[in-house]
Nanobody
Framework: QVQLVESGGGLVQAGGSLRLVCAAS????????MGWFRQAPGKEREFVAAIRWGGGSTRYADSVLGRFTISRDNAKNTVDLQMNSLKLEDTAVYYCAADQAPIRAVISTSHYAYDSWGQGTQVTVSS
C-alpha cells in the first residue's frame, strides 16, 4: 500500500483560496489514480477531483468544476488541490486517496475504488 499525508488545510473566508498538498510514499509505483474526497459533518464522503498518475488526465465533481484544480508532481510524489473562490459549502475534512487497481477506462468517483487514504485535513470556509 501507499502512505498518504495531507497538509494545507485551514480557515479561510468565503471567496478565498487554499492549496492542499498530498505527499505519497511507499508502494507508489502501483498507483494509477490519485484523488481528493471530502466529508462534511453528517454527510457522506464525496468525490472532489482525481488525476491519473501517468498522463495527467483529470476528473472533477460538478460542484468544484472551474474553481478547483488538481495537479501532480511525479518527481516529488505529490498531488495538489488548488481551491479558489471557496464557498461555505466547501467546508469539510479533505482526504487524499490512491487507486492502485489496474488502469480503469474511466477515473472512478466512488470511494470504494480507492485503496489507500490519508488522515484528512480540515478546511473551514467562513462568511
Amino acid at each position: 500500500q501507499v502512505q498518504l499525508v495531507e497538509s494545507g488545510g485551514g480557515l479561510v473566508q468565503a471567496g478565498g483560496s487554499l492549496r492542499l498538498v498530498c505527499a505519497a510514499s511507499g508502494r507508489t509505483l502501483n498507483t494509477n489514480v490519485m484523488g481528493w474526497f471530502r466529508q462534511a459533518p453528517g454527510k457522506e464522503r464525496e468525490f472532489v477531483a482525481a488525476i491519473r498518475w501517468g498522463g495527467g488526465s483529470t476528473r472533477y465533481a460538478d460542484s468544484v468544476l472551474g474553481r478547483f484544480t488538481i495537479s501532480r508532481d511525479n518527481a516529488k510524489n505529490t498531488v495538489d488541490l488548488q481551491m479558489n473562490s471557496l464557498k461555505l459549502e466547501d467546508t469539510a475534512v479533505y482526504y487524499c486517496a490512491a487507486d492502485q487497481a489496474p488502469i480503469r477506462a474511466v477515473i472512478s468517483t466512488s470511494h470504494y475504488a480507492y485503496d489507500s487514504w490519508g488522515q484528512g485535513t480540515q478546511v473551514t470556509v467562513s462568511s
